[in-house]
């Protein structure tokens, strides 16, 4: 098939006298609707539906000849009127015969116009849609931004509610009210960062859990709430430690809180967070805040808890990947926040959010998430 | 803590394989952080007798051409570079085909011209010490060619368990033998208990208190050395026994000095690595002194003023008054609990030897190893609870060893001060641990695994039914008087009891639910409206960065903030991990400036970063009292805690380098500029449904003509509200960076940033009415150009808001279309040209109706701005 092109067309320039249409234009008599009246009328409109070159043309000629209010059948069939009432009828039913076969004409032609269009120009006009578009690429969220917000709304759907609070806090909220007296063994393990001078009783939160307390101090019971947040400890940043990090608590007080309840709430969290089908274990450990407390493992994502069986990386071969700290609100908390232990129970979690964000997306070195390099930060995109 | 397993073995028959019992201890709560297999990888080395030796000389260094027997018949040549050893002793001779740790092989191979046929081991070589420079040499007696693996009993598996701070029993062998015996159901052998008979010294009768071992030390309560106990708060027992005839030259043996390395410490000598032992196996700290080193009786008591010590490590430590120490005559001999003095330490000539066994308060030791920033195994004991019944027995312990090993002769006095309280006794209702525990824990349970722990269980006097106390277990609750052994100081409360049984009975026994909980009420409007600007920035092409919130002390003066500035007042660090990082930020920007450095320098600079977050600006406020933790505090003393706290608002930042429209096959991109920071706070405040208005200002760190001061009105405000820049409330700043500022840190020319209030914009959005919908006219419009000369001072910002109040009503979009400068207008003017689309709700404007707001619009322009209209 070459067709040529509808500007190459030699007809095109003369066809202008036809393409305006009859010559008998201005007789307006009744003759009009003559059978040869009318045949002359088909036979002109043909010839300019046949002429037309391309759809632009096309659309002209159906203008003049199809449809167009000035079109020769059209002025005809106005003379319809004017004929006796016997011959109006046979008139009529002519004058449709007419005009359906210039339409039938004129959609043929449409077609042949269209499909050559179709064929031709719109090859021609061909661009290579695969060049780079794209001048204003997306940004990104933080990846524990973004993993932080994930996890509060599984919170949030359970009925939780979001606390939030400062990350210079007093000794009594990061501390004492968390049974965690000034000579507590287990303060040196949080490796606080203080602030000048020593004596102001003010530190960077080195957890979440202050937020807990406030939530406990300023909420109506029973509190659930979830504690997202960033917290410090005195690191320097290298591959494995960085002086800030983010995590997220959750606390539960009301009536009736036991220890199921929390093993309940962990599977819901762990599923969230490593998917579903991996099972959960609980270690006794100790925390001042918690008593019976417990460490949270779940089964190694990557090895299924085969390790035993076969090398994994993931877990270091262990079967199992600790992510986090748990157990029973300690009756000292309660008691420091105002709340009758005897009456209420109450569970705590919390979890490092880099070390879950290393797990779930592999990353290596956690500096990475404290050097803003456009390329590891692109990646994550802009939603959850 | 590392824990030998032959040591475990000892005091509990039939323990299953290493592995087994960690996996048990893991359960229990006892973090085994490893297991590590010794000396079962060694073969082929046995006994050997040194014959001869003949030095040959190298040019690096001599070594020794040694002949060694290991049988009665015949030698065999070894080259060995050490030298401390001599004719006629014993030593481990690697034979050619042993297996040494690591699965090193011995071969005969030819060295320094002779062919060395074996190898004379060091204890490191055989992986049982980190010796390296001199060979083992064995006791005399030893027979040759024994096999030295089984000689020695050298394969073993050390435990390194991470021992929680509560559980102080832990740091011994004996707490956790008890642990593994209670584990496997096996039976367990005290060998705090191996002592029998005798009085207790204290006089207390503690019989059935279920305090087990140690209470009897097995030798009568004569008067030993002279000891006072001035605070017997801080010092509740101090045994003191006293030994002669000390041998200088005894050697620890090789099986105890195993047992030290294994566990982590360098033997010393006999009396030294003897306390070590008993501190390993029991969990008892002890002391040496010298005897003769000591003058006048010993005293338990605080610090004086100005009181100094020079401690084991030779250090010269300034005492504070509240420090326990030891003391004598001479003043201050120990620190108690912590570290001994020099003055009195054992050295290879003592002969006498007073050991100390004492049970210290562990806030005063705790205080004491912080205050000198001096941890030690002893106050790492003590700190964390040492069973006051082991002293007796401890010191009974040493006598004996010191008298086996070190041919001591034990003096018959024994000293033993006893300010022991009587041990408390908790009130413990049963059914506690099933409403914590969630699952019913029958009662011939709980009494089962608190007497497994070392507890004294009873009925508690009374009725045994409580109202209130009901618990899961069917309603009546039965209440039982536990009373905690020595050793577990940190059982003071039912929910501590509760843990026990619910961590013997496991974790995994605890069944799976949920809670039931009330409607939550969602994200606030807060916490969404930060996650629309976070998406917004993104989305926008920011990439969002968490940097490090630490400062320098310059940073203040590098941003060229004033001093009276609040981004000025900062918040120090008392103990910063870098002293060029001691401060917290007071601003976003210093740490995104440091990730665009980062950046630059990593070939990436074309950059758009932003960060949310929170900066902290120090206020003055005194230091409020402490509340107490046991009731809640008054709302007055937790606002004035919170008074003291530095403000710390939330802020957003953003910083842009580079191209802002990467180059491509499109052309060369589109630089950044002061626009882009300020398109970014209206990329900001839109997301939170606000308008931002703009204005010119000379702010830090900006550009001083590139600055733009940003406001928000306040969309709640009641009245007639004003409009324009000039109304509402500064939430931040945007524009192009000073050029001291790009130069001190060292960024790109024309880097922009942009910083706003997002804690401030973000209440007032909260407060925003819901919107309210306009009449969307369905009549034409009527569009009007016009273009207006105006002083080049004048900003578009002011010609906009007259523009718009002179129009009125009909006006919907004021669009500006052209700016001109040039010689058509003449200098120090500018052309605004600016499209009016006018319509009206209810009506086709006509021509003249169009006109006439126009030239409203126009006369207002004029008379606010002084424009004219362009000809």
């Known amino acids: 098939m070459s067709p040529s092109p509808p500007s190459a067309d030699s007809n095109h320039a003369d066809r202008g006298p036809t393409d305006r249409g009859p010559t008998d234009r201005d007789s307006t008599g009744p003759d009009q609707l003559d059978p040869d009246r009318l045949a ?345 | 803590m590392k824990i030998l397993m032959s040591w475990l073995r000892e005091a509990v028959d039939g323990l299953p394989p290493a592995k087994a019992v960690a996996e048990a201890l893991i359960r229990a709560g006892f973090e085994v952080e490893s297991v590590e297999s010794v000396g079962h990888d060694l073969a082929g080395v046995v006994v050997g007798e040194v014959v001869s030796i003949e030095v040959v000389e190298t040019k690096k260094k001599n070594v020794r051409w040694v002949d060694v027997a290991v049988s009665q018949t015949g030698t065999r040549g070894v080259i060995c570079g050490a030298f401390n050893f001599e004719v006629g002793d014993r030593v481990a001779v690697a034979l050619p085909g042993a297996v040494l740790p690591g699965g090193f092989t011995i071969t005969s191979r030819k060295t320094y011209g002779k062919i060395s046929d074996g190898m004379i081991c060091s204890l490191h070589e055989l992986g049982i010490g980190d010796d390296h420079d001199g060979i083992l040499v064995l006791p005399p007696d030893t027979p040759l060619g024994v096999d030295v693996a089984e000689l020695l009993d050298l394969a073993d598996d050390v435990l390194d368990i991470a021992v929680t701070p509560d559980r102080g029993y832990g740091l011994s062998v004996r707490g956790i033998a008890r642990e593994v015996a209670t584990a496997f159901g096996l039976t367990f052998h005290d060998p705090a208990a191996v002592v029998a008979g005798g009085t207790d010294a204290g006089g207390h009768d503690r019989s059935g208190a279920g305090a087990g071992a140690g209470e009897r030390s097995g030798v009568p309560a004569t008067v030993g050395y002279p000891v006072v106990v001035a605070d017997p708060d801080a010092c509740t027992r101090y045994v003191a026994r006293v030994v002669r005839g000390v041998s200088p030259g005894a050697q620890t043996p090789l099986r105890l000095a195993r047992r030290l390395t294994l566990s982590g410490m360098r033997p010393v000598s006999v009396p030294v690595d003897i306390t070590n032992v008993i501190m390993l196996g029991l969990g008892q700290p002890l002391h040496a002194f010298d005897r003769a080193k000591l003058s006048g009786p010993i005293v338990v008591r605080r610090a004086r003023e100005g009181e100094r010590l020079v401690t084991l490590d030779g250090v010269k430590r300034e005492l504070d008054p509240e420090d326990l120490v030891i003391a004598d005559d001479s003043g201050a001999v120990a620190l108690a609990g912590v570290m001994g003095g020099a003055s009195t330490e054992i050295s290879a000539d003592t002969t006498e030897i007073l050991i100390e066994a004492a049970h210290f308060d562990p806030i005063a030791v705790a205080r004491t190893a912080r205050r000198h920033q001096l941890s030690s195994e002893a106050s790492r004991r003590f700190e964390r609870g040492v069973d006051p019944a082991l002293a007796p027995v401890a010191a009974q312990t040493a006598v004996r060893l010191l008298t086996e090993l070190a041919g001591a002769t034990a003096e018959a006095g024994v000293t033993d001060i006893d300010h022991r309280r009587p041990a408390p006794t908790i009130l413990f209702p049963v059914g506690e641990t099933a409403r914590l525990g969630g699952r019913p824990y029958p009662s011939d349970v709980v009494r089962r695994r608190l007497v497994e722990v070392g507890c004294l269980v009873t009925e508690a006097p009374g009725p045994d039914r409580l109202d209130g106390l009901d618990g899961l277990d069917g309603g009546h609750t039965e209440l039982l008087e536990v009373t905690p052994p020595s050793w577990r100081g940190d059982l003071t409360r039912p929910a501590d009891l509760v843990e026990e049984v619910i961590r013997l009975e496991g974790y995994d026994t605890i069944a799976v639910t949920l809670p039931r909980l009330p409607a939550g009420r969602g994200l606030t409007q807060g916490q969404r409206l930060r996650r629309a600007v976070d998406a917004a920035l993104a989305s926008q092409g920011y990439i969002e960065v968490l940097t490090v919130p630490f400062v320098s002390d310059d940073t203040p003066a590098r941003l060229g903030l004033d001093e009276d500035d609040p981004r000025a007042a900062v918040v120090r660090i008392a103990n910063p991990i870098a002293e060029d990082a001691a401060n917290l930020r007071t601003t976003l920007l210093p740490g995104l400036f440091a990730a665009a450095v980062r950046n630059i320098g990593r070939g990436q600079p074309n950059l758009a970063l932003f960060e949310t977050g929170l900066v902290f600006r120090s206020v003055a406020a005194a230091t409020p009292p402490t509340p107490a933790v046991d009731h809640r505090p008054g709302d007055d003393e937790i606002a004035a805690l919170n008074a003291a706290l530095p403000d710390q608002p939330r802020l957003v930042a953003v910083v842009l380098t580079g191209l802002r429209e990467p180059a491509g096959w499109w052309g060369p991109g589109q630089p950044v500029s002061w626009q882009d920071a300020v398109a970014a706070a209206h990329t900001v405040a839109g997301a939170t449904g606000l308008d931002v208005a703009v204005a010119a200002d000379t702010v830090m760190p900006w550009h001083p003509g590139r600055c733009a001061r940003l406001t928000v009105a306040d969309p709640a405000a009641v009245g007639p509200v004003a409009v324009g820049p000039s109304a509402g409330r500064i939430i931040g700043y945007a524009g192009e960076l000073h050029p001291r500022v790009i130069a001190a840190y060292g960024l790109p020319a024309r880097t922009c940033a942009m910083e706003l209030d997002l804690d401030a914009l973000v209440e007032i959005a909260s407060r925003r009415p819901p919107v309210t919908a306009p009449v969307v006219s369905t009549y034409p419009p009527a569009d009007r150009d016009i273009a207006l000369v105006v002083a080049a001072e004048v900003t578009v910002a002011r010609v906009t808001e007259a523009l718009r109040s002179g129009a009125g009503d009909l006006l919907e979009t004021l669009t500006l279309f052209d700016v001109y400068e040039g010689s058509q207008i003449g200098g120090g003017k500018r052309s605004l040209a600016f499209g009016l689309r006018l319509r009206a709700g209810d009506r086709t404007l006509t021509a003249d109706e169009a006109n006439t707001a126009r030239d409203a619009a126009v006369a207002e322009a004029a008379r606010v701005t002084g424009a004219t209209l362009r000809s």
């Not at chain 1, 120009?121 to 060049?131: A, G, I, K, P, S």
């Not at chain 1, 000048?196 to 080195?206: A, C, K, N, V, W």
């Not at chain 1, 509190?223 to 990090?245: E, I, L, W």
């Not at chain 1, 035993?308 to 009756?331: F, H, L, T, Y």
């Open chain 1, 40 to 384: 002359r009328m088909c036979a002109q409109a043909s010839e300019a539906i046949a002429a037309a070159g391309d759809l632009d043309e096309l659309a002209a000629v159906r203008t003049s000849h199809v449809d167009g209010r000035s079109a020769p059948l059209a002025l005809a069939r106005r003379v319809l009127g004017a004929l006796a009432q016997a011959d109006r009828a046979a008139a009529g039913r002519r004058h449709n015969d007419a005009a359906a076969s210039v339409r039938a004409l004129y959609e043929t032609r449409l077609a042949e116009l269209t499909a050559e269009r179709d064929a031709w120009v719109l090859v021609e006009e061909r661009v290579d849609v695969t060049v780079p578009v794209n001048r204003a690429p997306l940004g990104a969220r933080h990846p524990i931004t973004k993993l932080s917000d994930y996890l509060v709304d599984v919170f949030v759907a359970m009925g939780y509610e979001v606390a939030e609070g400062p990350e210079v806090e007093h000794d009594w909220f990061n501390f004492e009210a968390l049974n965690l007296g000034p000579d507590h063994p287990a303060r040196s393990s949080h490796d606080t960062l203080y602030v000048d001078p020593m004596g102001s009783g003010l530190l960077l939160r080195t957890h979440t859990s202050p937020v807990q307390i406030r939530a406990l101090l300023s909420r109506p019971l029973p509190v659930y709430v979830v504690c997202p947040g960033r917290t410090y400890r005195n690191d320097a940043v290298d591959a494995t430690h960085s002086p800030v990090f983010g995590q997220l608590e959750g606390l539960a007080v009301d009536e009736g809180i036991t220890m199921a309840d929390l093993r309940g709430t962990l599977d819901v969290f762990a599923q969230a967070l490593f998917g579903s089908g991996l099972s959960t274990r609980l270690r006794p450990h100790y925390f001042p805040f918690t008593e019976p407390s417990a460490e949270l493992d779940v089964a190694c994502f990557a090895c299924r808890g085969e390790a035993a069986r076969q090398p994994c990386r993931v877990c270091s071969d262990e079967g199992w990947i600790e992510i986090g700290g748990c157990g029973m609100v300690d009756p000292n908390v309660l008691v420091a926040c105002g709340v009758d232990p005897s009456r209420y129970s109450g569970f705590a979690f919390g979890m490092g959010l880099e070390r879950a964000a290393m797990i779930r997306h592999n990353v290596h070195e956690i500096r990475d998430f404290v050097d803003g390099d456009i390329r590891f930060g692109r990646l994550f995109g802009t939603v959850s």
